[in-house]
């Protein structure tokens, strides 16, 4: 079982930036996928963005060319630099992981508020 704890949440000014961490640990094999997702009051969860092992990224298109992905393979860890944020980016956000442990699994941290209001 891998446990993720996110860290980096707050409350930022429309057009500021938050840096969020994620920080696997565990018993497992390897960490495959890595990302975010994030759910706002009265909406579905959905997909802010993704990062490989090798680094290939996928964004959503909401977020493309604000906010970026990356990871720290030799730490397990995964960030996400948010910048130029929006009222509507104000949401729980959630980290999510794909470890091999004899077969794929997955699981999701706790999650992390982020609120952006003037």
């Known amino acids: 079982q891998v446990e993720l704890v996110e860290s980096g949440g707050g409350l930022v000014q429309p057009g500021g930036s938050l840096r969020l961490s994620c920080a696997a640990s565990?018993?497992?094999?390897?960490?495959?996928?890595m990302g975010w997702h994030r759910q706002a009051p009265g909406k579905q969860r959905e997909l802010v963005a993704t990062i490989t092992t090798g680094g290939n990224t996928n964004y959503a298109d909401s977020v493309r060319d604000r906010f970026t992905i990356s990871r720290d393979n030799a730490k397990n860890t995964v960030y996400l630099q948010m910048n130029s944020l929006k009222p509507e980016d104000t949401a729980v956000y959630y980290c999510n992981a794909v470890y091999l442990v004899g077969s794929y699994r997955s699981n999701w941290g706790q999650g992390t508020q982020v609120t952006v209001s003037s």
């Open positions: 565990g018993r497992f094999f390897s960490i495959a996928t």
